[in-house]
Every structure is written in C-alpha cells, then in structure tokens.
C-alpha cells in the first residue's frame, strides 16, 4: 500500500481531503501543528497527528493541504529528507507558479485544483444539490499538471487527484502555467470580482427602495437564465433591449484593456500578492 503524508490534516482544506482519503487504498500519515487541528482530527476522524519526521519517513506521496503563504516554507523544510521519486502534491499553482518550491530534480511535483460543481449540473439528490464546494457527494470536474517528473508519475498525481476530490467526473491536463491563468486569473480576478460587483449593485438597488428580497430573488434568477444563454447550456438570444443595455453597460463597467489581466507579468503580481 502507499504511504501518502497529509501536511495540514486538520485544517479546513485537510479535513475535506481526509474525509475521502481515510476510505481510500492510501496509508495516511496526518501532519498537523495546532492543537485545535489535532482535536478536529481525533473528534472526526479517528485519526493522531504524528510530527514531519515520522510522516515523510517512507512515504511515496506529500500533498500540502497548507495555505498559499506555508508551502514553500514546508517544502523547504522536508526536501532534504525525501527519499528520489517522491512526489509532492500542491493543491493550487500560485506557490510553484512564483518559483517556492525547491530545485531538486529528482522529487516530482504535481499540482491538482477542483473545478468546483457547476451551476449546471444533473444533480438530484438533496446533499449532492447542497455540496457547492464538492469533495463530498456532487460531481465536479478537476485540473492537473505535472510540474517536473517522469511522463509516468502524471497517472500516479491524477489517482491522488481523482481520490482527493472525489466524485470526479473530468480530469483535464494542463500545464502550471495554465492553471495559473484560471485561478488567480478567470476564476478571483474576474469572476469573484464581477459577483462582488453583482452583490454591491443589488445593495444599491435596495438602498433605493427595493425591497431586499425582490431583489435578491429578481437577480439571482436572471443570473441563472442569462448565464444559460451565454454559456450555450440552453438556446436563446437576447431582446433587443438587453443587447442594448449590454453595449452600453460594458463600457461603463469595464476597463478597455481589461483583458491584460491575463498577460503573463499580471498573473505574476497577483501571484507574488497572494503568496
């Protein structure tokens, strides 16, 4: 069996990877330095946290469930110690995008993002319905990339990936680069601003005299009818009056060189703010 050591077990993203994994075909072996973590994984998961030395020890696999900020930190801290062939797995691009990992050349670096359950989905059953973050009981769709390592060790990375953030229902291949481009680019960058954009501009109108949950309701469900049409998940076209009103709502919310944003030296600042 593999041994894989969970860096950051008993934090929020370490508890959602450990719930999938401590039904797995895996030997976990739990890292975790707080003792309030430490708690969450005994109360959850029945599991003890053991120290760095004794979770690398042998292991095949270290996935760092730590923030942004820690990787390269706890990258640095155990590269030494890794047997030749281990795989270390970092669950975003921004660290190894920035340059944080150590230049060793005989460990693989693998990375894995979840796409997250989409609006529009199949799902029926009430806790699938409910799980937006995924891991847990919707299907989502995940991104990979092997960073550096042998064309062999990508199938061992996407295993991890699949067990991880399970039910998956696509596995797409990209490279670091890549995924960098979709988070922090298309996914903060862009559509975590225009929805907090969304929600100011449904404050306005409230501050205006409309009542909150007309509001709410009158936005959210245009959202989702206009995100049908514009993503081709339904035919349609829009009025006349909505072409309109989008010809002239572009320019007054909307940078004309806005798209820069995905300009290599763009995501590099962004990524060098987040880590």
Request: hydrophobic share 50%.
């Amino acid at each position: 069996m593999t041994k894989l050591a969970l860096f950051g077990a008993g934090g929020k993203m370490g508890m959602r990877l450990g719930r999938n994994l401590k039904n797995s075909s895996y030997v976990v072996a739990p890292v975790e330095v707080s003792p309030a973590g430490q708690q969450r994984l005994a109360d959850e998961l029945g599991w003890k946290a053991v120290d760095a030395a004794a979770a690398i020890a042998d292991a095949e696999i270290i996935v760092l469930a730590v923030p942004d900020t820690a990787i390269g930190k706890v990258a640095h801290g155990i590269i030494a110690k890794l047997k030749p062939g281990t795989m270390i797995i970092v669950l975003d691009a921004a660290a190894p995008y920035a340059g944080h990992l150590p230049d060793r050349k005989d460990v693989t670096y693998f990375i894995t993002h979840p796409c997250h359950p989409p609006i529009f989905n199949d799902e029926t059953d009430m806790a699938a319905k409910l799980d937006r973050f995924g891991g847990v009981a919707a299907k989502q769709a995940i991104v990979c990339a092997l960073m550096q390592g042998p064309e062999s060790d990508y199938a061992r990375g996407e295993a991890v990936a699949k067990t991880i953030w399970a039910p998956v229902m696509r596995s797409h291949r990209l490279t670091v680069e890549q995924i960098a481009l979709l988070e922090p680019g298309l996914a903060e960058t862009v559509a975590a601003s225009l929805l907090d954009v969304m929600r100011e501009a449904m404050d306005e109108v409230v501050r205006r005299g409309v009542p909150q949950e007309a509001a709410r309701d009158f936005l959210l469900g245009h959202m989702n009818i206009l995100a049908a049409v514009i993503f081709k998940e339904q035919p349609g076209v829009f009025s006349d009056a909505c072409n309109k009103a989008i010809q002239f709502g572009k320019p007054m919310l909307m940078r004309d060189d806005w798209k820069r944003i995905f300009e290599p030296s763009e995501i590099a600042a962004s990524i060098t703010r987040i880590t």
